[in-house]
């Protein structure tokens, strides 16, 4: 019988809450680091609805903490912040990461798990963990998944211990619930998932259009397509190489999805920083060191951070 594993889920929000549950629910110590909602989650748990199944963990069966020194030593620490978060990264993960716990980043955008690793050298292995999911967050504790739900789990170290627990993280999903697989070279894996966010997530907002429209018309679908074909090939020139045929799977993938607003656009209409950096700049960064140019990107970063600026004047000075 494989060992179970406790896991603390720091950032419950969409992607924190789903899978967290679900961990939770197959029998796994799960604590919870809500940096706000720790109250409600106390008085109310945690709810997911799901075409896979609801989950309803109750108040008396959930251990919450506001403040990341308050949660107890465990195996894996699973980063569900939103990248707008990761300069604070030490003083968020480095009170938890702590006797050679795990830290997977289920989080967006490429760089990730270097910047962990920079911020928090003491942590344990580092994880990638990209996961291809429509999934909403109404309020603290409870989140309505409407499609999908895979994850792609890598490693940043080179090492033996660094593989196992990419395995056993695999083999816990897949145990909850989740479709996951494990690859061997995160570089690739975080590119991939740069093939669907960098169009999506930014087009959304400047368009202020849901997946099925962008789709749907022949000039944005032209749009989306261009914008894929660049993150492959910048992918290439850095040797993180993405087949291109993944972007026709891609399209296939996206025209057969609940039409959904990606996590950007929600960001963005709910007044919130969006994740420029992580899924944007760091990309077009890695490309222009190999070579690579990344026009069309560039531009839908800085029509994003046009709006960004326009629409949240306080936080640009």
Not at 124 to 137: I, K, N, S, W
Not at 256 to 263: E, F
């Amino acid at each position: 019988m494989a060992p179970v594993r406790s896991y603390t889920i720091l950032g419950p929000g969409a992607v924190g809450l789903l899978y967290g549950a679900r961990l939770q629910a197959a029998g796994h110590r799960v604590h919870w680091v809500a940096r706000s909602g720790a109250d409600e989650m106390r008085r109310h748990g945690i709810r997911v609805t799901s075409q896979d199944g609801d989950i309803e963990i109750a108040a008396d069966d959930l251990a919450v903490s506001s403040d990341p020194a308050d949660a107890p030593a465990s195996d894996v620490v699973v980063v569900a912040l939103k990248t707008t978060a990761n300069d604070h990264l030490a003083d968020l993960v480095g009170p938890v990461a702590r006797d050679g716990a795990a830290v997977a980043m289920f989080q967006n955008g490429l760089g990730v798990e270097e910047r962990l690793r920079a911020a928090v050298p003491h942590a344990g292995p580092v994880l990638g963990a990209m996961c291809f999911v429509c999934a909403h967050r109404h309020g603290a504790g409870v989140c309505e998944h409407l499609d999908y739900g895979a994850v792609t789990v890598g490693h940043l170290d080179d090492r033996p211990d660094a593989a196992e627990a990419a395995a056993a993280l695999v083999d816990d999903l897949e145990r909850s619930g989740t479709a996951a697989t494990l690859v061997p070279d995160l570089g690739v894996a975080r590119w991939r998932k740069l093939v669907w966010n960098v169009p999506f997530n930014g087009l959304s907002v400047v368009l202020d259009a849901s997946t099925d429209a962008l789709l749907g018309d022949p000039s944005t679908r032209r749009l989306v397509t261009e914008l894929m074909d660049e993150v492959i090939e910048a992918s290439a020139a850095v040797g993180s190489g993405v087949d291109p045929a993944f972007r026709d799977q891609m399209l296939d993938t996206t025209d057969a999805m609940t039409p959904y607003a990606p996590s950007m656009k929600l960001d963005h209409d709910a007044g919130r920083a969006m994740e420029i950096e992580a899924i944007y700049d760091a990309p077009l960064a890695a490309a222009a060191a190999g070579g690579a140019s990344m026009p069309k990107t560039a531009a839908l970063r800085d029509q994003l951070r046009f709006l960004d600026g326009r629409d949240r004047p306080s936080a640009h000075g």
